[in-house]
């Protein structure tokens, strides 16, 4: 079955530094997602993206968070200046259709530890 | 803005019983989707409803939805240890597709 991939599992960095999460989409979806979860709360929405840009985001994708697909198959996730906030696990998600109406398929997520 | 929220949050059963967890969410949706979350793993979708369907079965997983009530339900009949997750029910929010997720219900199957 086809399985969006997301490396790395884990990460650790330093508070202030830079860290890109990866994500490999199931390769005939159109839409892609970022998410994250802090440790014991909600999974929170935070952009989508289709046709080569963001279509939607949230409040918590501010000017620190910027996504990119640099080729055919990564999706990234980049947060400039991490921090301490920004620990949680992130989760990228693809779709065929919009509105999710064949459902999401969700990658298995990175742990970002920002110390 | 619209909310998923599920009860009860957590929820201990013996294996062989069923579960039921409900959903209850605010504004108007195109559909609302179930997903199972084994601890610190991925989300993993279980079954997506649409707003004009009421119930919807999948193996051990029946789901209904009650547009008037702003409601659903997941039943997981004969329960099973390998079912002892955290449930998440999600709808539709903006225009281009992203979710709102509720904060879960923690199901424990006891063997």
């Known amino acids: 079955e086809p399985e969006v991939t997301q490396t790395p599992s884990h990460q650790v960095t330093q508070m202030g530094q830079e860290v890109i999460l990866r994500c490999v989409p199931i390769s005939n979806h159109l839409y892609f997602y970022w998410y994250r979860q802090i440790l014991g709360q909600k999974v929170e929405f935070l952009v989508s993206f289709y046709n080569n840009e963001i279509s939607e985001k949230s409040e918590i994708f501010d000017d620190q968070f910027s996504v990119e697909r640099p080729d055919g198959s990564n999706f990234t996730l980049k947060i400039r200046s991490t921090k301490l906030e920004d620990s949680a696990m992130y989760f990228c998600?693809?779709?065929?259709?919009?509105?999710?109406?064949?459902?999401?398929?969700f990658g298995s997520g990175t742990r970002l530890t920002v110390v | 803005s619209q909310q998923g929220e599920e009860d009860p949050q957590a929820l201990s059963i013996q294996e062989g019983e069923n579960a039921t967890m409900n959903c209850s969410y605010k504004t108007s949706i195109n559909n609302l989707q179930w997903y199972r979350q084994n601890s610190g793993r991925g989300l993993v979708h279980l079954i997506l409803i649409r707003s004009n369907e009421r119930e919807k079965h999948s193996g051990r997983l029946r789901v209904t939805l009650d547009t008037s009530k702003k409601s659903s339900s997941l039943l997981i009949t004969a329960s099973r240890a390998a079912d002892t997750a955290s449930y998440f029910c999600a709808t539709d929010g903006g225009s281009q597709g992203n979710l709102i997720f509720g904060k879960g219900t923690k199901l424990s199957v006891k063997p």
């Open positions: 998600a693809s779709s065929e259709a919009l509105l999710g109406v064949t459902g999401y398929t």
